[in-house]
């Protein structure tokens, strides 16, 4: 099935309902944040930032529901930049808060390069990396903090970084931060802030725990939506059925018989996908695999190898794909099914970014036929059932004790950097 940009003239995204011709000067951004804005090269807002950013820069609260991968971050960062660029500077008056380190860096990143025409500043903050250097960066003036919770909260209890000027805050992809059950820091945090402040809660979901946080932390607030438990229109969708064990032999084929610029491999366990990346390795990729058992350098060097295009295929599992944002992701391919419709949406969300096309591919077995029809649901469609020529889907199970079934053949070094 494919959902492209044909069904939605003039844009990429569902959710708008309507044709999107404005450009960022109807904003009326600071000049300096406008130049920004040029530098970066985006010419027309994207359905989450025209619904948000006149609203943000009223100084309402805003509840926004909307998926990585539609362009979300600059909704808040640019009217964030707006205000701050307008009052005195080197105090902490916004913070963002992100459930995980990489979207913290890619936050930061968008602050930085959106704002460099201003003298913003913006610092993270996030675990698993020494104290020391955030303190200092901290104490030297910020205007900015991007943080996860947990070290967040630790450089609060060391007196390290002072919020009672905070004017906005941002909680990103709350439905994660709920998950990985962050909440109750959450809370803790929000005892550290002025009451009097402007709040803006982005979720990719609406679940009960984010409605009562929602009316816990907003005050009258305004809710943007786009594209709402439905996926990236620019993506198209396959499922390949095969036995589960000869996923690999499968995936092997696959990539032999399809063009893809970089591609993103999602399993299960973390077990599954270091096994999977070694496996892919050997067979003359360049891939790398990314699993909580990392430690941060090695976790960076595979993620910044795949965003320069050194490692051409990464392996994840859901947890330690949290807030990879590449936007050149050609070919998501679910090696294992997700377990839930959300999570194959905000699987399939790293590829078909802003105005690119991508593909999602399943690989599914029998006992995957009901998750496949929830995801048929909240696509609103079937999706293609494909078959690989020549592969030989009768090869029999090795028997207990060996390993999975290899590949019939050694693949060429195509994909290769
Ligand atoms: P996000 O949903 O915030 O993770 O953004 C997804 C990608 O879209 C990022 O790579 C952004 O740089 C890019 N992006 C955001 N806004 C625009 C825009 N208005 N035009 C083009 N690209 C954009």
Redesign the pocket.
Known sequence: MIVGPGMHPGFFFRGTGKKENMDFSAFNLHPRVAAGVTA???????PI?AQAIPKVMNGRDVMGL?Q???????AFVLPMLHRLVQGKQGRVRGLIVAPTRELAE?THE?VRSLGRKTRIRSVTVYGGVGVRGQEVKLRQGADIVVACPGRLLDLIGRGAVDLSRLEVLVLDEADHMFDMGFLPDIRRILGHLPRKRQTLLFSATMSGEIRRLAEEVLHDPVTVRVGVSAPAATVSHALYPVEPHLKTALLLDLLRKTDTESVLVFTRTKHRARRLGEQLAKSGYAAASLQGNLSQSRRQAALDGFRKGTYRILVATDIAARGI?V?RVSHVINYDIPNTTDAYIHRIGRTG???RTGDAFTLVSHEDREMVRAIERILHGRIDRRTLDDFDYGVRPARKGKSPAQPPRRTACRVSA
């Open positions: 970066q090269g985006y010419v027309n807002p994207t930032q909307a990585t991968g539609t362009g979300k971050t600059a890619q968008t944002d936007t970014r802003v105005a």
